[in-house]
């Protein structure tokens, strides 16, 4: 089975299959996953003063390409045509969001294939890079605060960038945004240039590690959890493999995620053989069948 974005040889793989005749793919409709950067780990030893901060938003990520929004993994979302009509005719990168805490309804919003009219009016689309334009981020970002102001549209907007001075300052942005709700940051090196892949130009920072890995396996449940999932068996990207038992719902024993879909997990740190310590279940990825 081909896997989602992060496995990264197998995106390619996609990429490959999709440039191929149709004829040697009989049935195919595979979409290419767009080309993004990824975010790397924030550590104490750089400097906050040479990145532009913004808070890290519990969306769903959206590529524009001129036409539609697709997944990370390059499947289209169905959003209403009043939704992205006036968007600018160039590629975006951003966040669909309704509001900090409130991921699972969006999830559940824009997975589906008939359009929930209504529902639509609530989501912004935060966006925050434009893919592949030349120059530094500190360019970049001018550009597309112009565009979004030209466009005038209410649900399109930049997602708020501004600079700290210090560690101190960036410690205490961290702890004001995560008491009132928020996730974490996210740090965008101001003379970065737009790279595809995961690198140093983008960093997270939140109070706890995360990372994603494919669900392969349920496992039954004992005990108080007998008669539903006990634990997910997943894979990382690197080919590992462990168990996630904690941090889900009754609902979602009852009806776990999908044998090859994509979850986000937390934990603490990695042992020595590279595996999790503690992980805990977060949620599946909105672009994961």
Request: aromatic share 8%; charged share 25%; net charge positive.
């Amino acid at each position: 089975m081909l896997r989602n974005d992060p496995f990264r040889c197998r995106r390619r793989l996609l990429r490959t299959l999709c440039l191929l005749p149709a004829w040697l793919l009989p049935g195919c409709s595979l979409a290419a996953a767009p080309a993004l950067m990824l975010a790397g780990r924030w550590h104490d030893g750089l400097d906050p003063s040479a990145y532009w901060v913004s808070e890290k938003l519990d969306g769903v990520r959206a590529y524009w390409d001129g036409q539609g929004l697709r997944f990370r993994s390059g499947r289209p979302i169905a959003a209403p045509a009043w939704f992205v009509a006036g968007l600018p005719a160039v590629p975006l990168d951003g966040e669909l969001w309704l509001g900090r805490g409130r991921f699972e309804q969006l999830s559940g919003l824009v997975r589906r294939e008939v359009v929930a009219e209504q529902d639509w009016r609530r989501v912004r689309y935060m966006v925050f890079d434009l893919p592949g334009r030349p120059g530094p981020f500190d360019e970049r970002l001018r550009a597309l605060q112009a565009l979004v102001e030209a466009a005038g549209i209410a649900h399109l907007q930049a997602v708020p960038q501004f600079r700290v001075e210090n560690r101190s300052a960036l410690a205490a942005t961290l702890a004001r945004v995560v008491a009132a709700g928020g996730e974490g940051l996210m740090l965008h090196r101001a003379d970065a240039w737009w790279q595809e892949g995961r690198g140093d130009a983008i960093l997270k920072l939140t109070p706890f590690l995360d990372a994603e890995a494919q669900v392969v396996a349920h496992l039954p449940g004992k005990g108080k959890h007998s008669g539903v999932l006990g634990a997910l068996e997943v894979e990382s990207a690197e080919g590992r493999r462990f168990r996630l038992g904690t941090g889900f719902s009754d609902a979602e024993r009852r009806n776990p995620p999908a044998i090859g879909s994509v979850v986000t997990y937390r934990y603490r740190e990695l042992t020595a053989q590279g595996v999790p310590r503690f992980p805990v279940f977060l949620r599946v990825r909105a672009d994961s069948r």
